[in-house]
């Protein structure tokens, strides 16, 4: 089933683009501007994150990834995530969500539930 909320954007804004610069070249951006004038906005960061288990099913499944030329291994994947809950921890956006996206947790529309209920608490 299908759930709509119509006050609801998802999109990749700099948490990837803090990652990668680190990872590719060991350059720390400063989004501290942009996510002050975001904060006068109704807007949220929200992360997936996932356990090591989790990760390495899902590396199994597709071994390549979709972009088929970065670094695969358990290590490097899990370096990556945890670049990722450093950038989220360090941002300053003041609505934040770390959401367990394990497998086992939440099914999809549960987690999309969960989301949304979290987004209409924080009006």
Excluded at 35 to 61: A, F, H, I, M, T
Excluded at 91 to 107: A, E, M, T
Aim: some cysteine; proline content about 2%.
């Amino acid at each position: 089933s299908a759930i709509s909320y119509e006050e609801l954007i998802i999109f990749r804004l700099h948490l990837t683009d803090c990652v990668y610069s680190r990872m590719y070249l060991d350059a720390v951006q400063n989004y501290s501007y942009l996510e002050e004038q975001l904060n006068e906005y109704r807007v949220g960061l929200v992360l997936l994150d996932l356990d090591n288990r989790s990760l390495e099913v899902r590396r199994d499944k597709d071994p390549r990834g979709t972009s088929k030329h970065t670094d695969r291994s358990l290590p490097a994947l899990m370096s990556k995530r945890d670049l990722y809950r450093q950038e989220f921890e360090r941002s300053q956006i003041n609505r934040k969500l770390l959401v367990d996206n394990s497998d086992g947790v939440r099914s999809p529309e549960d987690q999309v539930a969960h989301l949304l209920q979290w987004w209409k608490e924080i009006e």
